[in-house]
């Protein structure tokens, strides 16, 4: 069954260092998506992404945050200085059409130290 | 965004109980989304939902989306021990985001 991969699974960063999360979506799919979830919280909303643009982001996704799709399968997230509450769960996410049910990777843990 | 208010927070529950928990939301949904998380996971699709008033079923669960467009209940039926987990309730706009619930802890007393 097609999923959704993220890697790494873990990832261990020094404050003010770039990360970049990296997600390989479900190959058909056209509208890809990333959420976090701090530790014990709720699920996020960070940003939308259709037809190689943004097509919305919410008040978390700020300048520090960016995303890309370099190629064909990749699709990523890069935190340019990260700070400590950047700590979370980030999770990758696809859908066939942007109406229909996401699919979720098994997430970046992200620990700023 | 919107918010969601999902309830109960947490839940205890005999094997072989029914297990309810619902979602509420001030403002419409065009599509509501359940999803379990196991510890460490990412969220998995139970059950979508896309039109007003639709009952749908996946085994033994069984959620509906409300007619007023502003909630949505999921049923588990007779629960074992793998129901343990997080469940989230999740809805959709046209923008396409998913806007969350704060998620129902549900433990099985075997």
Redesign the interface.
């Known amino acids: 069954e097609p999923e959704v991969t993220q890697t790494p699974s873990h990832q261990v960063t020094q404050m003010g260092q770039e990360v970049i999360l990296r997600c390989v979506p479900i190959s058909n799919h056209l509208y890809f998506y990333w959420y976090r979830q701090i530790l014990g919280q709720k699920v996020e909303f960070l940003v939308s992404f259709y037809n190689n643009e943004i097509s919305e982001k919410s008040e978390i996704f700020d300048d520090q945050f960016s995303v890309e799709r370099p190629d064909g399968s990749n699709f990523t997230l890069k935190i340019r200085s990260t700070k400590l509450e950047d700590s979370a769960m980030y999770f990758c996410a696809s859908s066939s059409q942007g109406n229909t049910e996401a699919f979720f990777g098994q997430g970046t843990r992200l620990t700023v130290v | 965004?919107q918010q969601l208010n999902q309830s109960p927070q947490s839940m205890f529950i005999q094997e072989g109980e029914d297990v309810s928990m619902n979602c509420t939301s001030s403002s419409i949904f065009?599509?509501w989304?359940w999803?379990k998380q196991d510890p460490?996971?990412?969220?998995?699709?139970l059950i979508?939902l896309y039109k007003a008033g639709e009952l749908t079923s996946n085994g033994r669960l069984t959620a509906q989306f409300g007619i007023t467009r502003k909630d949505s209940f999921l049923n588990i039926s007779a629960s074992i021990p793998s129901d343990v987990g997080i469940y989230?309730c999740?809805g959709?706009l046209?923008?396409?985001?998913?806007?969350?619930?704060?998620?129902t802890t549900v433990t099985v007393r075997a």
Do not use: H
Request: no cysteine; aromatic share 16%; proline share 4%.
């Open positions: 965004g065009n599509t989304l999803y460490g996971e990412g969220p998995v699709l979508a989230f999740a959709q046209i923008d396409y985001k998913l806007s969350f619930g704060a998620g």
